[in-house]
């Protein structure tokens, strides 16, 4: 019963949160032009690349030790946590200013001010997403996609249609929930910080189990962004505008129906796992990876028919063209987090290079189809591009995870 209730509420956060990610789509669509669209596209896949970098070691940390864990080991784990975001808070605090001498525009201010809110905030989300405190979660889920569009909003009506205003004033309102959050945390979980030893010993146990996922989350930015800039050098940022308005709309309505059932059992199949569950723990993966795929596959039949609706509901006239790429996408989205469950099992076993190395290949293969393919192609192949990087990774997993369940090397 407790599972349906942690579903139903990241069911409501993530579907109310993915509305807002709609409007937000809708709102600047029709304030900016698909040329500003596309830099300010071009300058959020940037930031989304170097938080990765910064910040999923830590993240995939928290996921694999927090659950289950008993008080003294949590309280180390938080504590190496606020102590990572510190120093990623502190970093932001002091790049972004000095940026400004040498970049009077601010993209490189704004870029930084964003890639360090994204950091905390996501290390902030892990925390709640670890301590299964989904009601919190849930509202900060919502309350950060609000903030980000009023303060995205506010830069430009302030500002100007500039994309530097726009992500500065998105990561404003970023950090503005961050903040809160870090609050929450600190009064939930009361971490002893005398105990520096422990927390030294857990933040070099992050290093060693997160590592891999530096790279594993650079790659996977590479699959989800690399076509911008490879659509950039070929045809310029209104084509960016255009695609990543379309891109925006097709993965939301994934993510809106698979999201919320990823964060609330990841925790859980976790822990099962660390508590001996092995069985099941796999078994509960492969079947949500079921249902994921299922999910997907609704959403891509719905593009195909309805593909013309959503462009004129969400992004108006600016913005059409958009619409031809949508129902692909959903294909690769689809194929991604269904893939998400299938590789769980390497995350069970520390074995987080396989996935590094099947990522590597996808993402070779992506880059690879879009040079190839975008100068004839354009957006449609670029998104088909999309569709062949997940495609491999997700073939590359369910290949190597049903030879493992045959050989039983997880047991």
């Known amino acids: ?21 709609f409007v937000t789509t809708t709102v600047l669509t029709r304030l900016t032009s698909a040329e500003v669209f596309g830099r300010y596209a071009i300058m959020l896949s940037t930031a989304l690349v ?35 975001l510190a120093v990623v808070a502190g970093a932001g605090a002091v790049v972004a200013p000095v ?14 001010a964003f890639t360090s809110g994204q950091a905390v905030f996501g290390v902030a989300s892990a925390l709640l997403q670890a301590g299964a405190v989904a009601s919190v979660l849930s509202c900060a889920l919502v309350f950060a996609a609000a903030a980000k569009l009023a303060g995205g909003v506010i830069a430009l009506l302030l500002c100007g249609a500039a994309a530097s ?17 870090l609050v929450f945390i600190l009064r939930k979980w009361s971490v002893d910080w005398s105990a520096r030893e422990e927390t030294v010993r857990v933040l070099r146990q992050m290093v060693n189990y997160g590592t ?12 989800n962004v690399g076509d911008r800039y490879v659509l950039r050098y070929f045809a310029g940022d209104s084509v960016v505008g255009l695609y990543s308005a379309g891109y925006s709309i097709a993965y939301g309505l994934v993510a809106m129906l698979t999201l919320p059932v990823s964060m609330a059992t990841s ?12 069985k099941g723990a796999v078994k509960q993966s492969l079947r949500i990876s079921l249902m994921t795929f299922a999910a997907c596959s609704a959403v891509v039949l719905a593009l195909v028919l ?32 269904t893939s998400i469950f299938w590789h769980k099992i390497y995350e069970y076993t520390n074995r987080t290079w396989v996935m590094v190395a099947f990522l590597l290949i996808a993402a070779v293969t992506n880059i690879g189809f879009d040079v190839l393919v975008v100068p004839s192609y354009g957006m449609a192949g670029a998104a088909w591009g999309t569709v062949a990087g ?7 997993n369910f290949v190597a995870v049903m030879a493992s369940l045959r050989s039983r090397t997880w047991a």
Do not use: C, H
């Not at 940026?99 to 870029?111: H, I, R």
């Not at 205003?165 to 903040?179: I, K, P, V, Y």
């Not at 891999?212 to 996977?220: E, K, V």
């Not at 997940?390 to 590359?396: H, N, T």
């Open 99 to 112: 940026s400004m001498l040498f970049d009077a525009g601010g993209g490189t201010a704004a870029v930084a």
């Open 267 to 278: 925790p859980r199949m976790m822990a099962a796992w660390n508590a001996g569950d092995r």
């Open 212 to 223: 891999p996922f530096i790279f594993w989350y650079l790659l996977s930015q590479v699959l």
């Open 306 to 337: 309805f593909a013309d609706t959503a462009s004129g509901l969400f992004l108006g006239a600016k913005f059409q063209g958009s619409q031809s790429i949508m129902w692909i996408v959903a294909i690769g989205a689809g194929l991604w987090q």
């Open 1 to 21: 019963m407790r599972k349906v209730r942690t579903v139903l509420l990241y069911g409501g956060a993530s579907a109310l949160g993915s509305l807002i990610t």
């Open 50 to 84: 170097l938080s990765s970098v910064a910040s999923e070691w830590v993240k995939q940390s928290i996921g694999r030790m927090l659950p289950g864990a008993g008080e003294r080991e949590a309280s180390a784990v938080v504590a190496a946590a606020v102590v990572f």
């Open 390 to 396: 997940y495609g491999v990774y997700a073939a590359l």
């Open 165 to 181: 205003g726009l992500l500065g004033g998105s990561a404003a309102g970023l950090w503005f929930t961050s903040a809160a959050m």
